[in-house]
């Protein structure tokens, strides 16, 4: 019966042992597919890090292209914009080309020529002049007898009279113009207070 017994112990004990080296081949199986499943996750971002890196840098260059072209186009817009500033003065020069013609054509006939003649050749030359700047848009500022308009009108001084509402405009000094809207010169009024009288 003790021999039994003993061998039941060996048995056990021999049990025990394999239980151990199968725990322990399980634990180093485990480490081991643990080492490769983090040697295949640094490997995945490893590679995670390259594709973003090369997108940064395909991002990059498309940038750099990006702002060459605006660049170019910023400048070759301002070249634009000056050779169509050149052009429109040039248009109006020679516009203004024929009226410069009429003015030495009158002061060469002034010197023999008669008050009304003079005036007469004075008045086409204005009127051709005048005429051409209406074509271009030129427009004249309504003053005289108006409210005072900041925006349109510049006061030159103040008068006192009952003619015309306080704060309007009693008097024209220098004309303004408009272009489009857009005011060229002010009008400098004279702008109505109230007469001391009153």
């Known amino acids: 019966m003790k021999k039994d017994h003993s061998l039941d112990e060996e048995q056990d004990l021999e049990n025990e042992e ?7 081949e399980d634990i180093e199986l485990e480490y081991s597919e643990s080492e ?9 971002e490893q590679s995670k890090i390259e594709v973003l890196e ?19 186009y910023k400048k070759r817009t301002a070249r634009e914009y000056a050779a169509l500033i050149e052009s429109a003065n040039l248009d ?11 003015f030495r054509r009158a002061l060469a006939s002034a010197k023999d020529a008669d008050a009304e003649a003079i005036f007469k050749g004075m008045e086409m030359i204005y009127n051709q002049f005048d005429s051409l700047l209406k074509e271009r848009g030129l427009e004249e500022i309504e003053a005289e007898g108006q409210p005072f308009d900041p925006e349109l009108h510049e006061a030159v001084m103040t008068t006192p009279t009952d ?30 207070k109230a007469s001391e009288n009153q």
């Open 18 to 24: 394999l239980d151990e080296n199968n725990e322990e």
């Open 36 to 44: 490769s499943i983090e040697a295949a996750e640094a490997e995945s």
């Open 54 to 72: 090369k997108k940064l840098e395909e991002q990059k260059d498309k940038m750099l292209r990006l702002a060459a072209e605006f660049d170019n």
């Open 92 to 102: 109006l020069i020679r516009s203004l080309l024929d009226i410069l013609d009429n």
């Open 163 to 192: 003619e015309v509402p306080e704060d309007y405009v009693a008097g024209e000094l220098q004309k303004g113009y408009k272009i489009k809207g857009r005011v060229v010169r002010h009008s400098k009024v004279a702008v109505a």
